[in-house]
T-cell receptor, first 115, second 113 residues
Framework: SQQGEEDPQALSIQEGENATMNCSYKTSINNLQWYRQNSGRGLVHLILIRSNEREKHSGRLRVTLDTSKKSSSLLITASRAADTASYFCATDGGGTQGGSEKLVFGKGTKLTVNP | KAGVTQTPRYLIKTRGQQVTLSCSPISGHRSVSWYQQTPGQGLQFLFEYFSETQRNKGNFPGRFSGRQFSNSRSEMNVSTLELGDSALYLC????????????FGPGTRLTVL
């Protein structure tokens, strides 16, 4: 079953604009990760945020996490055509021992950045 | 370090056949996880191997199986293929610590005719 649910399902913006994607999940987590996938290819890891962190930056990416609302957001600033891809959030099982390698993915947000 | 590699990249099989997919993790990583991606169901966890032992298992029928070798390379086998098994199969490697990042390979695109 899907734990993470991204919103919106699709987003179309112009180059230079910011893109914000949201993710909601259902159970407790140790961390939440964001991945990018270009047209049926493998997933590229973007950023991992731990449950005790509220915000994290990496280049043009900014991720926030609100564990009380069980939600996260990914902001891409000054978007480029090359950012066109599907973006997924993934949560772990929230376990306290090794063996929680099972990531649960949402259905993703399809981002289109128009030149 | 070299990334996660998967072979073959594309595969076409017919119903009833079986298939074996291979995944080589990043050097030093001991955990390999497998995922199935379809348009309808999205990304779903199949199983995870750590130090040659299956440590986690998703909700897939017994036709889906896997193994891991002493060098951490992993194989996934699907027997008696069904049309619905057509999907992108992704493997991911990590150190095996539950808070660690998983790194994905490019995937194997399986088409069942």
């Amino acid at each position: 079953s899907q734990q993470g649910e991204e919103d919106p399902q699709a987003l179309s913006i112009q180059e230079g604009e910011n893109a914000t994607m949201n993710c909601s999940y259902k159970t407790s987590i140790n961390n939440l990760q964001w991945y990018r996938q270009n047209s049926g290819r493998g997933l590229v890891h973007l950023i991992l945020i731990r449950s005790n962190e509220r915000e994290k930056h990496s280049g043009r990416l900014r991720v926030t996490l609100d564990t009380s609302k069980k939600s996260s957001s990914l902001l891409i600033t000054a978007s480029r055509a090359a950012d066109t891809a599907s973006y997924f959030c993934a949560t772990d099982g929230g376990g306290t021992q090794g063996g929680s390698e099972k990531l649960v993915f949402g259905k993703g947000t399809k981002l289109t950045v128009n030149p | 370090k070299a990334g996660v590699t998967q072979t073959p990249r594309y595969l076409i099989k017919t119903r009833g056949q079986q298939v074996t997919l291979s995944c080589s993790p990043i050097s030093g990583h001991r955990s390999v996880s497998w995922y199935q991606q379809t348009p309808g169901q999205g990304l779903q966890f199949l199983f995870e191997y750590f130090s040659e032992t299956q440590r986690n298992k998703g909700n897939f029928p017994g036709r889906f199986s896997g193994r891991q070798f002493s060098n951490s390379r992993s194989e996934m086998n699907v027997s008696t293929l069904e049309l619905g098994d057509s999907a992108l199969y992704l493997c991911a490697s990590s150190s095996g610590q539950y808070t660690d990042t998983q790194y994905f390979g490019p995937g194997t695109r399986l088409t069942v005719l």
